[in-house]
């Protein structure tokens, strides 16, 4: 998988250097793709939510291509919001794109993420910034009453428990839209393709503490969802690139050579058993369970094989990037 290069239009100020002092004490970082319908009463509902908190904060509505005039209404909002920003992708890049172009862009101390349909609730935004302030790096929310399909209800379960259990991190709800994040975190993540759905899993196996808090969720108002069975798909493939980027990324022979030795060891019996038999004076026949033998012998090679040349590709990369250094004394 390769990354995409992302080209953005910016209707504000230019992209914040990682390293640079967080300007606002918040930012609010929401990708929209055909959601025109919606952005005037999610702006209004975030204003409301945040008017008397005491935080200083932007809003980035990242337009992905739509082609419904999503970034016209976000031009006429921008006007009548002076902290509101909004980004217009050059084509539809994908949620991952856009949230890294607006994490790119945000200029807050917590950055939090929220989809643009109405279903998540601006209310929540101070419950998850708390969070924030208790220690955790991550707070990702959790829709404990989830408004959505039976079908994708059950699906996100799989999914979430499969996650889980590959990257050693249990939370009900990884793809929830509502997070709120540490600056630093978002800036030691690189998304692409469909790697939005575990941030979560990206930032703890970076050594970040996460968390998640139930949240509210609201049954859709305009338009349909943008998740098909395809998305689902693409999203247990991506998790395989996760657990062996990130999860097994330090150690990959550790995994290729256990498959290679349990199909080895497997194999190995099995064609002992008939070189015995043949050493006994038995006839040997072509068998197929003798053919499954030697078969496994090479699946073993190729296993432990495939695992070293994965030792190699570890070896060159620059471990200092990709672990987090909590303090120092």
Not at 272 to 285: N, V
Not at 306 to 322: Q, Y
Request: one cysteine or more; glycine letters at 10%.
């Amino acid at each position: 998988m390769t990354e995409t290069t992302v080209h953005v239009r910016s209707s504000a100020a230019g992209e914040i250097a990682p390293d640079a002092a967080p300007a606002v004490d918040l930012s609010v970082v929401i990708p929209a793709y055909n959601e025109a319908a919606s952005l005037t009463e999610l702006v209004e509902a975030i204003t409301e939510a945040l008017a008397g908190s005491g935080l200083s904060y932007d809003v980035w509505i990242v337009d992905d291509g739509s082609d419904d005039g999503t970034f016209t209404v976000i031009e006429r909002l921008a006007q009548q919001h002076a902290e509101l920003h909004g980004l217009c992708m050059g084509r539809n890049f994908g949620k991952a794109a856009a949230l890294a172009a607006g994490f790119a862009h945000a200029r807050g101390a917590v950055i939090v993420t929220m989809d643009a349909d109405l279903q998540d609730d601006p209310a929540e935004i101070q419950r998850l910034t708390a969070k924030i302030d208790e220690g955790f790096d991550l707070v990702s929310g959790w829709k404990q009453d989830r408004k959505d399909s039976f079908v994708k209800n059950q699906s996100s379960k799989l999914f979430n428990w499969a996650t889980g259990r590959m990257c050693g991190l249990r939370l009900h709800d990884f793809n929830c839209g509502l997070k709120a994040y540490r600056r630093e975190v978002t800036h030691s993540l690189r998304l692409y393709g469909e790697m939005h759905r575990f941030t979560p899993a990206l930032a703890h196996l970076s050594g970040y503490a996460v968390t998640e808090l139930p949240v509210c969720h609201h049954a859709r108002k305009h338009g349909h969802t943008k998740y098909g069975l395809d998305r689902f798909l693409n999203g247990f493939l991506d998790l395989l690139t996760v657990y062996f980027l990130y999860a097994r990324g330090s150690s990959p022979l550790h995994f290729f050579g256990r498959v290679g030795t349990v199909l080895g060891v497997v194999g190995g019996g099995i064609s002992f058993y008939f070189l015995l038999q043949w050493l006994l004076g038995h006839g040997l026949r072509v068998r197929p369970i003798l053919v499954l033998g030697l078969i496994m012998i090479v699946m073993a090679v190729q296993f432990v094989s495939l695992g070293l040349i994965a030792e190699l590709v570890v070896a060159g990369r620059h471990p200092e990037r990709e672990y987090r250094v909590r303090d120092s004394v």
